[in-house]
């Protein structure tokens, strides 16, 4: 009888324990060859919350494609049960909310939220195939090191960043394993209009995944520990870790950026203990950049860490001989001698996506175990950085009028810093101070708040500090842009206040942003918005003796992931103007202008909007290679020449210049890319802003300021050959051209064209030399394109 009680308790436990992973995918992660889609993710998840008090799974938002995007709570059962309490001493302690005596309290009974989020990038596997693997052992491991940190942390674990690309990219894997083209790269973008470029998008949020999880991040949870899990290890080290490499930006706190050093110095230990060699650090990923998920979070006094895990394709094994490890890495250091930043190196053999993942299960354990072992000390110095930066009154704030040239800009310029966690006040009467009247109504940025470093950050010109090897060699080049301040960006007229306001002026806390109604003024944003309103309606629009039409407009969409096109998509969706996005046969087929008003060619090189994949290069499915040709150059010339207008942005210039007789050339050659050494004798711009001068008389450029912010990332200049008919619609500032960031050269372009327009037959081609829509942030240049896809559209009134 005994024996049998014991056997049915026992069999009820069983049945209520946890499932492995491989229960419910039918195969273990990480497995050769295999995949998992974000549906099998969801599918464990949910199989897990069910069966454990210690997990809760939580929908945050939907994705861009309509997915449910996921979040998981994991800790203790009387944590989760608790979880409101913890999340308010959170908020209070990262907010400075809490009084000295709460801190200390706070800090000895709270708990260090810790957030890991997985495969942002698709085709970097590995993080989203560890998710699993990551939550079962957390609420299922009894070791005494995993009780202790069950015990002190709670887990915000994101299980997939980009659910849909993570379909996406495994179903494209699946279509190709065991043929040919196995390791064919994905010849889409993995997340709607952005691609790999949704890292970058993080204090614009423009997408949706990154509006979710930004609120997740500054208004709900707070953690003090953002580990942000990549897949792109500087080859042949096996993982990367920090401490980044130089520079560092000064809006980062110091003790923030000595908190992720400490902890990537406790990640880095756990791997040599494990005997697990290739851990590499100090190398390519810089600490300079604002604007992605492991760097927005250090700006808010969070510690973001980055891990770039190695990988050799999907979930396809490789064996590396150590003759294919290379002598030294891109900075110069040796690969199979030990180093200070690579004290084991790797010496080669198999290398799979199992491997890849039990690498990341040993970063994940080295955070939680600095995390529980500190919590105290992580969830103090929250509070600390958070009054330090209230009481900081090195500026007062900034002050953004209510009278603004562009007011559906600066309306989202204050949206977006309110989203992520910035307060926004706003006046309630007029105020004259230093010499400046500011309208009631008007913005207020206080400087005097938690996140301080953030705003400062986006709303103050980055200057890019030369760093150079020894006194005179070559000036080291940013991991992504030198500079990206938002309020030049988007062309609002921000003002910053060194002094404090008098005391009698009173102000209000703005808790939701409100965007104003569209207007019918070409400077406002909007208008767009209320022009496609009203077309769509029915309704009549004029400019002067033009009437508009819906443009009839194409974005070329070669074989390759081109991000830069599908920004253009999504900028044309943001302003409601309808687009067919047109492959190589529907550019050959011909009769494109019985079809289009205009075509645009997004950033791409001439030579691949031509060609494209070369049939048998990296293996790619032949119904993917190739470009337009010359059959497909000579329907977009005749395109023009039937009264059409092609835009062309950045290096896509030189499509038209090569091909088309239009009488411009281009002055510049394309910037080298990002490892190489920066040539003082040519024009480089490692993505900054510059100052561009307009012909606000021209048509296509209606609504500009005739002093303008432009975002170039090497971009081109041209000039005018001939007798053609050349029109320049912008030119580079003559002097003082640099306005954030970093040039170099910039003396071969100040004063000439960087936008022209050149007629050809009844068309027009219009030449951009830097990307007018860049990743959907410059909103001051949104004008020059979308004005001059009404024009192509537009009929003269008789």
Known sequence: MLRSLLFFVVSIVLAAAPPKPEEILGYKPGTDYKLMDYEELSKYFEALAKSSNRIKLIEVGKTSEGRPHLLALLSSEENLR????????????????????????????????????????AT??????????????????????????????????????????????????????GTPYEMAPVPFLYQKHAGHDNNRDWFMLNLPETRNLTRQLFHEYFPQIVYNQHQIAPFPARIFLPPYAEPLNPNIPSSVMEGINLIGTAMRERFHRENKPGAVSYMGFDAWWNGGLRTVPAFHNMHGILTEVAGYGYATPKDYKPSELGERFSNGIPTKFPTVFYPLPWQGGRWALRDAMDYMLTADWGIFDIASLRSEQFLKKAWELATQNIKNEAIFGYMVSATQRDPHAAAGLLDRLQQAGIEVHRLNKTVTHNFQTYPEGSYLLKAQQAFRGYLVDLLEPQKYPELRSGQTGPTKRPYDLAGWTLSMQMGVDVERLDAPLPAEVTYSKVDKVQFPEPTSNPSDSASFLKIADTLKKGGSVNWGNLKLKTPRVAVYEPHTANMDAGWTMWLLENFKIPYTAIKNDDIQRGNLKGRFDAIILAQQSAESIVHGNRHGVANQRPEFTGGIGTKGLAALEDFVKDGGSLLAFDTATQLPIQNFSIGVRGLLTPSAERNEDVNPNAFYAPGSLIRINVDTNHPVAQGMAQDAIAMTTGGQAFESIGSADVKVLARYASKDLLASGWLSGERLVLGKPIAVEARLGKGNVLLYGFRPQFRGQPYGTFKLVLNALYLASAERIQ
């Open 82 to 121: 608790n979880i409101d309490k913890y999340k308010e001493m959170n908020r209070k302690l990262a907010l400075g909310l809490a009084t000295p005596a709460e801190a200390d309290t706070f800090a000895k009974e709270g708990k260090v939220f810790v957030w890991i989020d997985s495969s942002m990038h």
């Open 124 to 177: 970097e596997v590995a993080p989203a195939q560890h998710a699993p693997d990551l939550a079962y052992k957390f609420i299922t491991d009894e070791s005494d090191e995993t009780r202790r940190i069950r015990d002190k942390v709670i887990l915000v674990q994101v299980p997939c960043t980009n659910p849909d690309g993570m379909t996406m990219v495994s179903h494209w894997y699946r279509k190709n394993v």
